[in-house]
């Protein structure tokens, strides 16, 4: 698994690979984040199923880009990456758009399960036609849980087993 970029959902998002993980998963995590925080996620979780690298780098970096689609793993996490407060979506589609040139220009077989993550539902269709398979509106999503949840207190439990690791 590739992560591209940072954002502060990243101890959530390991763990939940983690609790899904069949067996021992090696997770790559590129971003610009200082080590002291990355450092810190890693410390203070066990993520037993996971065999983590951290790489500090530019997602928008052609050239490191290419040297990770040369890599052939099978999913790439492109996050709304909050490590420069710039804007997360902006890099996002960057990082998708320069993906899906590498990718094309070295026509492979096989183009790994890509999902991207916008914090804007109105840049979905700046994806339209990229190499990105799943596109996750995480505002969106939160919000009709939560509004869901604040109308129905019973289906808290019911969302919680449904959307974490170990539930259905």
Excluded at 17 to 36: K, Q
């Amino acid at each position: 698994v590739l992560i591209l970029g940072w954002n502060s959902l990243m101890n959530e998002i390991l763990s939940e690979l983690n609790g899904h993980a069949m067996g021992r998963t090696r997770v790559t995590v590129i971003s610009n984040t200082p080590s002291d925080q990355t450092d810190r996620i890693l410390t203070d979780a066990n993520f037993s199923q996971l065999d983590i690298e951290m790489r500090r780098g530019d997602t928008v970096s052609r050239s490191l880009l290419a040297e990770l689609v040369d890599a052939d793993y099978d999913c790439i996490f492109a996050l709304a990456d909050e490590s420069d407060g710039g804007d997360p979506d902006a890099k996002s589609i960057m990082t998708l758009l320069l993906l899906g040139d590498i990718s094309a220009q070295r026509k492979r077989p096989r183009v790994p399960r890509v999902v991207v993550e916008l914090q804007d539902g109105r840049n979905r269709e700046l994806l339209e036609g990229s190499i990105a398979t799943e596109v996750v509106v995480s505002p969106d999503l939160v919000s009709v849980v939560m509004a869901q949840i604040s109308l129905q207190p019973v289906l808290g439990p019911v969302y919680r087993e449904l959307l974490s690791a170990g539930g259905i």
